[in-house]
């Protein structure tokens, strides 16, 4: 039978699923009343005071990681994941770029290869011939001059700037590093970069309005806080590849929140590349799934 843990282990997933996956349509929403990079940065910079108040409440250590791990880290996770993020959203619907951003598993298997050594076997290959297929019906090459080009190239840009970040992790995280901290560490090193970023090239450009408040609060506490929490409760209990669900669950449930909240209706090309590659990631799921893998576990994150 299963003990009690495990069903919490469960509830945790599917929490986490929901937080991130509705967040694509906290975040479009809030890119009304703010900049894109501005708003990444605030996001950021507003998460490493709850990190740290986890952190204190924990009685975990503050030292700083090694730069020469922690910094890149930052730039890739917190500057490039989430500035190209929210730069996507501006210009492309947030169900669109939630299913182009969550291609990161299939980056990372390719950049796992010549990086760590780690060669494609199994269900990779398959899905990654799925996710590129996908891909291209989703750009729709033959409409090149017809439909923006800025959206879909920044929420590739994100993903592939996510899979490099699991990629530095991997090879270069010091023995023993905890987790969080060295999450607070970049958020706090590649937000303050992203913050200056922001305001030399766009300025203050910012309303502060209840909903973009509102937003900024969802990313500082749920968004990031309350999800780390329930993601190491679901890792210490369930096996990293059933954790892994909630990356897969979370582009869904955004697409169905933008269409329901935002009227974002996928078009026929669009559907058909998304459910492509939708099932290159449930068969990267199922991968993790069997005994014995040892590739890379990915780091969840909206």
Do not use: C
């Not at 843990?5 to 809030?30: D, P, Q, S």
């Not at 269900?123 to 996908?134: C, D, N, S, T």
């Not at 890792?235 to 169905?256: M, W």
């Not at 090309?269 to 799921?285: Q, T």
């Amino acid at each position: 039978m299963r003990s009690r843990e495990t069903y919490l282990a469960f509830t945790a997933i599917f929490l986490i699923a929901l937080i991130w996956g509705y967040n694509w349509v906290v975040m479009k929403v809030a890119l009304q009343d703010s900049a894109p990079l501005l708003f990444a940065a605030l996001r950021v910079v507003l998460s490493a005071p709850v990190l740290l108040l986890f952190l204190i409440l924990q009685k975990r250590s503050l030292a700083l990681p090694p730069l020469i791990y922690v910094v890149p880290y930052g730039l890739l996770q917190s500057t490039g994941f989430v500035g190209a993020t929210l730069l996507a959203l501006e210009y492309a619907g947030a169900g669109k770029t939630a299913i182009l951003v969550y291609m990161m598993p299939i980056w990372l298997m390719l950049l796992a290869w010549p990086v760590l050594g780690e060669r494609l076997q199994g269900l990779q290959i398959p899905a990654l011939v799925l996710a590129l297929l996908g891909l291209v019906v989703i750009l729709e090459p033959w409409q090149i001059g017809h439909s923006p080009w800025q959206g879909p190239f920044f929420a590739i840009l994100s993903g592939i700037s996510w899979a490099a970040s699991a990629i530095w992790h991997k090879r270069f995280m010091p023995r023993g590093q905890d987790l969080i901290t060295a999450t607070f560490w970049q958020a706090s090193i590649g937000g303050l970069v992203l913050l200056i970023a922001a305001l030399l090239l766009e300025g203050w450009q910012v309303q502060w309005t209840g909903s973009f408040i509102a937003a900024l609060a969802y990313n500082a506490v749920p968004g990031t806080a309350l999800a780390y929490v329930l993601w190491l409760f679901a890792l210490r209990h369930l096996p990293s590849g059933v954790a892994g669900i909630a990356t897969l669950l979370a582009p869904l449930i955004g697409v169905l929140a933008a269409w329901l909240q935002l009227g974002e209706r996928p078009s026929l090309w669009e559907a058909m590349g998304m459910a492509a590659i939708f099932s290159a990631l449930l068969l990267v799921s199922w991968q993790h799934l069997r005994p014995k893998d040892n590739s890379i576990a990915v780091t969840a994150q909206e």
